[in-house]
């Protein structure tokens, strides 16, 4: 059965209950209905329809057959088709919105008109109206099922609903993403049964989640809204709030009047105590110089924004573009064997961005700013690559050699220094963390020797 075949399909939601929660408009659309298929008859409503002499179809032999859920939503959305090529679909679920047999249906007969969707009342709304009625925020409500929190991150600046926590387990795996950015001790309202008319909910703290006595499909939880200012986690959101509120209007008066040239010594100051902090091996410490350099990121991006110039989404959208177009063995379908075909992959995408340029002009885009040796080593690279030569370790080995014994003067020496440079680079090692290594190991032997 092609899409183009079929004829009209109505989904109709029937809510998370019984019935009770079935509106009006739903029940009138079901007793008309041509052909009905519930997606299982295991819904509470299916009773309701029964009383009202509403004949239907059900789903459930397809769950006893399929081999998974993959397997059964595409079975089911055979069967949808099938029946709604001999004449109208009414085909019923809980929730449309959080339905995977209706998404997949929607993508078959894409473009064809044939289909419509008659909405209801959801379990997360039923949830979210059981916290309101306990004075809590519903505004922008968010839902989530409990199953497809992968993959997700939790957002405290909106009211969310997490449904379906069929059990203790599942309960722990909530508890925990919350955790990622929620305090233990925050208050969140279970709903042991979220598909109740009038439901209640429990104001319980969000460590206790996973210690209630009983959960089942209709088991929610609703996590309201919390400012930055109420938690001890933050994301990257929140560091724009924070910045926009210090370069605003009654904010703080240096944070105002930096701009992006003021910034410059401070971005390079936090980078390179970034950098310290990786080579200490201090995880605590990186984390806080990283906020550090984060925070630099985010005060230019307002700057840029007050300016009209460039926003934090411009940042964050280049540098995800760039990612997936250097990526392409990742992100599209060209194959790479190993480490060394990543970087020939990594390079012919840049060169792509940056159009054809001579060997002159890549080595000039270089940073100045960068330390001197890692700048050496990278216009070395650039060179070489631009031209088509290979890194040769021999060949950089007696150049330097040749080099130190005319060293004489500041021009001499910088060749060396240069030669050497091109020896890492053969070598694939970093010149500027060579010299910081053994600079610091001087140190470690002098203190020690001190000591002694």
């Known amino acids: ?10 989904v109709v939601a029937l809510g998370p209950d019984d019935g009770k929660l079935l509106t009006l408009g739903a029940l009138e659309t079901l007793r008309e209905a041509k052909q009905l ?20 179809e059900t789903l459930d032999a397809l769950y006893e057959s399929s081999g998974d859920f993959d397997e059964l939503t595409a079975a089911a959305c055979e069967r949808l088709l099938f029946a709604a090529g001999r004449a109208d679909l009414c085909y019923a679920v809980s929730d449309p919105v959080s339905d995977a047999t209706v998404r997949q249906l929607a993508k078959a007969v894409q473009g064809t008109g044939c289909l419509r969707v008659l909405g209801g009342v959801s379990l997360a ?30 957002s405290a600046d909106v009211p969310l609903v997490i449904t379906e926590i069929n059990d203790a387990r ?56 919390v400012s930055f200012m109420q938690r001890q986690r933050a994301d990257f959101e929140d560091l724009i709030r924070v910045v926009a509120r210090l370069r605003g209007p009654g904010g703080c008066p240096w944070d105002r009047k930096q701009t992006h040239e003021t910034l410059r010594r401070y971005m390079i100051e ?52 760039k990612m997936i177009l250097r990526h392409p063995h990742v992100f599209a379908e060209e194959q790479v064997r190993d480490a060394d075909d990543v970087n020939r992959v990594w390079e012919a995408a840049k060169e ?50 040749r080099f130190a014994e005319t060293v004489a003067d500041e ?11 091109a020896l890492a ?25 001190g000591r002694n």
């Not at 298929?37 to 239907?56: N, V």
């Not at 109206?129 to 922008?140: F, P, S």
């Not at 021009?411 to 440079?421: D, Q, R």
């Open 1 to 10: 059965m092609t899409a183009q075949s079929v004829h009209e399909i109505l």
């Open 37 to 56: 298929i519930l997606r299982t008859g295991r819904h509470a409503a299916a009773s309701l329809l029964q009383s009202e002499g509403i004949a239907f």
């Open 125 to 154: 709304e039923n949830a979210a109206c059981a916290a309101l009625a306990c004075g809590a925020d519903t505004e922008n409500l968010r839902s989530i099922t409990a199953l497809s929190l992968s993959g997700l991150r939790p």
């Open 170 to 225: 599942l309960a722990a795996d909530v508890k925990l993403w919350l955790s990622d950015l929620y305090d233990d001790e925050m208050t969140v309202y279970f709903l042991r049964d979220a598909a109740q008319q009038g439901c209640g909910a429990e104001p319980i703290p969000l460590y206790a989640l996973d210690r209630q006595p009983e959960y089942d499909h209709r088991t929610a939880v609703f996590v309201p809204a």
């Open 270 to 321: 936090e980078a390179c105590e970034a950098a310290e902090a990786m080579d200490a091996g201090d995880p605590a410490k990186l984390a806080d110089e990283l906020g550090d350099v984060l925070l630099q990121v985010a005060l230019n991006s307002r700057i840029g924004e007050e300016h009209r110039a460039f926003t934090d989404r411009d940042v964050t959208s280049a540098i995800v573009r």
């Open 352 to 401: 792509k961005e940056r159009g054809v340029q001579n060997a002159a002009e890549q080595m000039a885009e270089v940073p100045v700013s960068l330390p001197a040796l890692m700048r050496a080593q990278k216009v070395l690279r650039r060179q070489r690559r631009a031209k088509g030569l290979s890194a040769d370790a021999a060949d950089a080995r007696q150049a330097l050699c």
């Open 411 to 421: 021009g001499s020496l910088g060749t060396m220094l240069e030669a050497a440079c």
């Open 425 to 449: 680079d053969a070598l694939s090692l970093d010149a500027e963390t060579c010299l910081r290594t053994a600079t610091s190991e001087r140190i470690r032997r002098e203190t020690e020797d």
